[in-house]
Nanobody
Framework: QVQLVESGGDLVQPGGSLKLSCKTS????????IGWFRQVPGKGLEGVSC????????YYADSVKGRFTISRDNARNTVFLQLNNLHPEDTGVYRC?????????????????????????WGQGTQVTVSA
């Protein structure tokens, strides 16, 4: 069964840090492009960061650039999102997503590529709340 399970969300004060994990199962994650998305009530899914399976190139939304880092551990079938210097506006449900790199061979991690429509496998999400 193809599955993504996120963890690591928590309540944290502004300026704090969290490390989110996305455990993959049922497929070989090495060949999948990965994305982290953020959902806020009343808004759509925002592409926070995406990573290409082919060369590890990455994309970050302007709002998180320099503060968030996406990475993966193939041996553990896990993708991570390190969140530093958190702001209250970073609050939301963080979901990871995956799509086979062969589905769209020309896909690149970019603002255009890091969109909901480009990913077909989704986790349920983990809540991040940034508040004093």
């Amino acid at each position: 069964q193809v599955q993504l399970v996120e963890s690591g969300g928590d309540l944290v004060q502004p300026g704090g840090s969290l490390k989110l994990s996305c455990k993959t199962s049922g497929f070989t994650a090495d060949f999948y492009n990965i994305g982290w998305f953020r959902q806020v009530p009343g808004k759509g899914l925002e592409g926070v960061s995406c990573r290409a399976s082919s060369d590890g190139s990455t994309y970050y939304a302007d709002s998180v650039k320099g503060r968030f880092t996406i990475s993966r551990d193939n041996a553990r079938n896990t993708v991570f999102l390190q969140l530093n210097n958190l702001h209250p506006e970073d609050t939301g449900v963080y979901r990871c997503a995956a799509e086979g790199s062969w589905v769209e061979p020309d896909w690149r991690p970019s603002a255009e590529g890091c969109r909901e429509a480009n990913f077909g496998i989704w986790g349920q999400g983990t809540q991040v709340t940034v508040s004093a």
